[in-house]
């Protein structure tokens, strides 16, 4: 070979030897430019599925929300759905018992008995459907279950503690029907 020669196929081969390190420069700007278009749609993507995960979360969220509020509210509805009942038929327990108080009489003793009877068999019914007597007498003042209506001063019981109950109070489970009328110690 020539030194012509050699210097045609080294410039040949320099030729060669540049053209695929341009087309390789523009495929690495090619694919760098690809590269960052596929980043950006991965992180579009990404952002939109965290999008939709705490979407899904609220939404969970929120149902569970409401099954736990529609149960509670169940509950009370089933736990206080006699408390209309109930609270009409509290004026005729106060009178029953206002009858058994009366006197008694030889001539009466039978019919009272029967009375007694049957109010007590009428409050064993609404205890068993979740009906009590408020407790008062002796005990101290509660607003929640008690309305005092007079006051008194009573020597050796102690301030704030009820004395006379005037008319009874009755609650349904821990839901007062009716607050017990009460006279209260000063």
Not at 88 to 95: A, C, F, Q, T, Y
Request: proline share 2%.
């Amino acid at each position: 070979m020539s030194k012509k020669e050699k210097k045609e196929v080294t410039e040949e081969t320099v030729e060669k030897e540049a053209q695929p390190e341009t087309e390789i420069t523009e495929k690495k700007e090619a694919s760098s430019s690809e590269t960052d278009q596929l980043k950006n749609q991965i992180s579009e993507l990404e952002q939109e599925a965290n999008k939709w995960k705490n979407d899904y979360y609220k939404v969970f969220a929120d149902m569970e929300n409401l099954k736990r509020r529609l149960k509670t509210e169940h509950e009370n509805a089933l736990k206080f759905m006699m408390q209309d009942f109930a609270t009409d038929l509290l004026p005729v327990v106060d009178n029953l018992e206002r009858a058994l108080s009366q006197e008694t009489t030889e001539e009466n003793q039978a019919f009272v008995k029967g009375m007694e009877m049957i109010h007590n068999q009428f409050m064993e019914i609404l205890k068993k459907h979740g009906v009590e007597q408020i407790e008062a007498l002796g005990k101290e003042f509660d607003p929640n279950y008690h309305q005092a209506v007079m006051m008194t001063s009573e020597e050796g019981v102690p301030s704030n503690v009820i004395t006379e109950e005037l008319q009874k109070g009755y609650k349904l489970k821990d839901r007062v029907l009716r607050a017990s009328l009460v006279k209260v110690n000063e």
